[in-house]
């Protein structure tokens, strides 16, 4: 099984992913440290250097061989990659999605401080808009999860969901 979590900076993707995977014994992937490890360079200095368009393609490319390259997974993607062209459908697809929610302000105070997030430099206002123009995109999800919890239970959630919906998506 493949499964995808989205949700806005700050609400918890890689700490759930890394959990989760380990949980189900699956390889946890963080797209944007993969991105950084096989190309040696953060994501800020390819926004810089590149633009951010540039970043949205090589993303996709990297999730598509990722895609073809594992039976199961647990994959962890940025924040605007379900919001760039048919990402979401994508996603969709070939994944079981999780929308990990966290109300805006909680998400801001996570990330209001983090030099490695090139779209924080723009300020909360700008933060503000941009999650509430995702929210409708990450809404698609196949499941949305209150990520405001601990990690425990956060997991017997997602357990519990996916053992209703397992035929569907194993």
């Known amino acids: 099984m493949k499964i995808a979590l989205i949700g806005f900076m700050g609400s918890g993707k890689t700490l759930f992913g890394k959990a989760l995977?380990?949980?189900?014994?699956?390889?946890?992937i963080d797209l944007d440290k993969y991105i950084e490890k096989k190309y040696n360079i953060k994501i800020p200095q390819i926004f810089e250097k590149y633009g951010e368009k540039f970043f949205?393609?090589?993303e996709k490319k990297e999730f598509l061989n990722l895609k073809r390259k594992y039976k199961n997974l647990v994959l962890s993607v940025g924040g605007g990659f379900p919001c760039y062209?048919?990402?979401m459908?994508?996603?969709k697809k070939d994944f079981f999605v999780v929308y990990l929610y966290v109300p805006f302000e909680k998400s801001y105070f996570y990330i209001k401080n983090d030099k490695n997030r090139p779209l924080v430099k723009k300020g909360k206002k700008f933060l503000k808009k941009l999650y509430e123009k995702r929210f409708p995109i990450y809404k698609q999800a196949h499941v949305?999860?209150?990520?405001?919890?601990?990690?425990?239970?956060?997991?017997?959630?997602?357990?519990?969901i996916i053992k209703n919906k397992q035929k569907k998506y194993l």
């Open 89 to 91: 459908h994508l996603l």
């Open 21 to 28: 995977s380990k949980f189900l014994n699956y390889p946890f």
């Open 144 to 160: 949305t999860l209150l990520a405001d919890i601990p990690i425990k239970e956060l997991i017997k959630k997602f357990l519990k």
């Open 85 to 87: 062209r048919n990402n």
């Open 56 to 58: 949205r393609e090589l």
